[in-house]
């Protein structure tokens, strides 16, 4: 079953404002992704992590991978109505496993 | 386009038919993953293969549900007899392990309703 934990569940929010996210895990992961997913669509990758500690930036978005392995963070800076959708994050269990794990997502809205 | 493609994009059918997906992954990438997803949840790991051999496969992955990659290319994910219970969106993914590290591009997932 599903081991890590995203919060908030959804969000609603103005155009403008930064929004942040997170997702959680008792396992250690040893590499976080951030995907957003549209409508009946696939997930897209937006950013990937691979060393802890990491802070990463991709235009507006930037991603941490948490100094203990077990969490990582994702915000949207001045956010436009386009950010709307699911946001995921995704990891590999550390130890060799190939397969990620996906959370269940953080709903986002915004309001113009 | 030189992103993962699914086809079809959605399948409607009947409880008890077989249906057969199709999904090209990124040329260079060695890595095909299938998954399914329901609504409210992320993706679900079912099986994956490198290159032409099928490496792992979900408890998920009842025995109705069969999956190939022949040719280490393309892949198909087949299940017979269908269920409502399988009604959802099957996506592939595909990746290239480079430097011990890996990252999945996501295709835009087959959408199936089971009647």
């Known amino acids: 079953g599903q081991q890590l934990n995203q919060s908030p569940q959804s969000m609603f929010i103005q155009e403008g404002e930064d929004v942040s996210m997170n997702c959680t895990s008792s396992s250690i992961f040893n590499t976080w992704l951030w995907y957003k997913q549209d409508p009946g669509e696939g997930p897209v990758l937006l950013i990937a992590l691979y060393k802890a500690g990491e802070l990463t930036s991709n235009g507006r978005l930037t991603a941490q991978f948490g100094i203990t392995r077990k969490d990582s963070f994702l915000n949207i800076s001045a956010s436009i109505p386009s950010d709307v959708g699911i946001y995921f994050c995704?990891?590999?269990?550390?130890?060799?496993?190939?397969?990620?794990?996906f959370g269940r997502g953080t709903s986002l809205i915004v309001h113009p | 386009d030189t992103g993962v493609s699914q086809d079809p994009r959605h399948k409607i059918t009947k409880r008890g038919q077989n249906v057969t997906f199709r999904c090209d992954p990124i040329s260079e990438h060695n890595r095909l993953y299938w998954y399914r997803q329901t609504l409210g949840q992320g993706p679900e790991f079912l099986t994956y293969f490198q290159n032409e051999a099928q490496l792992e496969k979900s408890r998920l992955l009842s025995d109705r549900f069969s999956a190939e990659r022949p040719k280490g290319s393309f892949s198909t994910l087949e299940i017979q007899r269908t269920e409502q219970g399988d009604s959802a969106m099957y996506l592939c993914?595909?990746?290239?392990?480079?430097?011990?590290?890996?990252?999945?591009?996501f295709g835009p997932g087959t959408r199936l309703l089971v009647l």
């Open positions: 995704a990891g590999p269990l550390s130890g060799g496993s190939y397969i990620p794990t």
């Open positions: 993914a595909s990746s290239l392990v480079e430097w011990g590290a890996e990252t999945q591009y």
